[in-house]
């Protein structure tokens, strides 16, 4: 089954910690660019990450300095680090691969308790 499955979301105080990984089917995975996204509620979805099969990294104004993210491509896996959370970082964040067409997971929720 071709799917992205997210997981590590949850609920962390301000300033705090989490690890979000994305499982990916191959066909979605190698060679494709992969993607963090996240929605807050009342707003649009925004481009938090992305990363090249080869390793580019690509951060969006409001990960920059303080997100990570990168791929296991033994694993077929992304993940995004995120450090020095913030509350305005709480959203849905659905990992996003672009092959024959989009494909999005089902999102996991980060909180952030301020």
């Known amino acids: 089954q071709v799917q992205l499955v997210e997981s590590g979301g949850g609920l962390v105080q301000a300033g705090g910690s989490l690890r979000l990984s994305c499982a990916a089917s191959?066909?979605?995975?190698?060679?494709?660019?992969m993607r963090w996204y996240r929605q807050a509620p009342g707003k649009q979805r925004e481009l938090v990450a992305s990363?090249?099969?080869?390793?580019?990294?690509y951060y969006g104004d409001s990960a920059k300095g303080r997100f990570i993210i990168s791929r296991d491509n033994g694993k077929n896996t992304v993940y995004l680090t995120m450090n020095s959370l913030k509350s305005e970082d709480t959203a849905v964040y659905y990992c996003?691969?672009?092959?024959?067409?989009?494909?999005w997971g089902q999102g996991t929720q980060v909180t952030v308790s301020s």
């Open positions: 996003n691969s672009q092959a024959w067409r989009e494909f």
């Open positions: 990363i090249t099969s080869g390793g580019s990294t």
């Open positions: 191959r066909s979605l995975f190698n060679r494709n660019t």
